[in-house]
């Protein structure tokens, strides 16, 4: 067979394996969203929205724990209005929600703030290491020196006579 | 011992400083090698007295244990299904068979998660497989996609006792 024929046979094959591969993927992804979805579109666009507004907070450095921890209490009430058909409860559930999804592009200018003052923090600290640095580089030797004369400047030296 | 030796002792102590300062500052997210966790533990919380024969509809507690090293904040969906013998399932493909429970929780880095599952089998079978997928929420999907975990228990389930 022509090689370029079978390098093309090859290429034509792994096309169709990933076509194949990728589509599973998805029908897989479907499957568990029908299986294991939140009935209440409402709820689960939000949950959704909320996570997605937590995860964006914590990428820009924001300590997000208390607003995890809303969320998941937020899913838990969704659920639980959702197996007792409790309207007030998916109310309070949704308003949670809400909360989280409203806080958390404060939390992550927080965490842009932050990280802005560790930078600032870091420079300076930065500049008086330098400093230090500079200053050590200049007078280390002549201080050296001066300690060293200080403890070993009043020795005696005597030749040794060799055998 | 010369100038330039002392220069250099002390210098270096200051530089290895200003680096690790430098490096915090900077580059304070370090994440190395990424996963997650999925355990189930039997119904004392050990890896140990897993249930193996049960009654149909016969409540059974058993554990769940989920790990987020993820690097980041991730939303986690458990599914519980229940299959057989010859239900496939690996890494790549998750389980074609019904679901019977599902937990969602959204998670911090590094954070762990222990949760009692308290289950029941509705049908007769030898060698039925309740197995245990890790589901995470994906961006790029926009949806949930089967993360590779899995763990599975095998059960003998026999007809209830007469009354």
């Known amino acids: ?163 | 011992m010369r100038d330039d030796e002392v220069r250099a002792i002390v210098l270096i102590p200051i530089l290895v400083i200003a680096a690790a300062t430098a490096y915090q500052g900077f580059f304070p997210k370090r994440t190395g090698e990424t996963f997650s966790e999925l355990a189930i533990l039997g119904p004392n919380m050990k890896l140990a007295d897993y249930p193996r024969e049960l009654r149909v509809n016969e409540n059974f507690t058993l554990y769940l244990y989920v790990g987020n090293h993820e690097g980041e904040v991730a939303y986690y969906a458990i599914l519980v299904k229940l299959g057989n013998r010859s239900s496939f399932i690996n890494e790549t493909f998750s389980m074609d068979a019904p679901v019977i429970a599902g937990y969602k929780r959204v998670m911090m880095d590094n954070e762990t998660w222990i949760h009692p599952m308290n289950l029941s089998v509705n049908t007769t079978g030898v060698n039925l497989r309740l197995v245990f997928e890790m589901w995470i929420y994906s961006d790029t999907a926009n949806g949930f996609s089967y993360h590779g975990r899995w763990n599975q228990l095998w059960l003998n389930v026999t007809a209830p006792k007469p009354p």
């Open chain 1, 1 to 163: 067979m022509d090689g370029r024929i079978l390098a093309l046979l090859v290429l034509g094959l792994a096309t169709v394996s990933m076509i194949v591969v990728s589509s599973s993927a998805s029908f897989i992804d479907q499957e568990a969203e029908a299986i294991y979805a939140i009935d209440n579109e409402e709820a689960r666009g939000k949950v959704v929205q909320a996570f997605k507004a937590v995860a964006d907070a914590e990428r820009k450095g924001g300590d997000v724990s208390p607003l995890v921890i809303e969320l998941n209490s937020a899913i838990d009430l969704v659920r639980e209005a959702e197996s007792t058909k409790d309207e007030d409860l998916m109310k309070k559930a949704l308003s949670r929600l809400d909360e989280v999804i409203e806080k958390a592009p404060k939390v992550g200018e927080q965490g842009i703030a932050a990280a802005r003052w560790r930078q600032i923090t870091s420079a300076v600290a930065l500049g008086i290491e330098f400093s230090i640095a500079s200053i050590a580089y200049v007078y280390s030797p002549q201080v050296f020196w001066r300690i060293w004369i200080k403890f070993k400047g009043k020795w005696n030296v005597r030749a040794i006579e060799r055998r």
